[in-house]
Nanobody, 120 residues
């Protein structure tokens, strides 16, 4: 088992910012690709973006581009999701994930999830 422990989240106003963090074990960070997903009430879980901690290359889906940024602090084995220009439709539970494959089609480990609520 590879623990992924998330922190951050909470309540923000539209247009505001929130940072999320996900602390992983050393093995997870060096072995897997790390990413973020979210799940809004009554909706399917959707992919937000991913990062290769070894190269620093990050990919963000269209709704996240220009507003969200995924980064890592390898010394702390931590992956971050900085969310800016938040919209009410960003309200969801956000999950950190670790996967063997870059496209993260199959996630091997999930974080516990952290609630993000954006008010209009």
């Amino acid at each position: 088992q590879v623990p992924l422990v998330e922190s951050g989240g909470g309540l923000a106003q539209a247009g505001g910012s929130l940072p999320l963090s996900c602390a992983a074990s050393g093995r997870a960070f060096s072995t897997y690709y790390m990413g973020w997903f979210r799940q809004a009430p009554g909706k399917e879980r959707e992919f937000v973006g991913r990062i290769n901690s070894r190269t620093g290359y990050a990919y963000h889906v269209d709704f996240a581009k220009g507003r969200f940024n995924i980064s890592t602090d390898n010394a702390k084995n931590t992956v971050y999701l900085q969310m800016n220009s938040l919209k009410p439709e960003d309200t969801a539970v956000y999950f950190c994930a670790a996967a063997d494959i870059w496209n993260m089609g199959t996630v091997k480990y999930w974080g516990q999830g952290t609630q993000v609520t954006v008010s209009s």
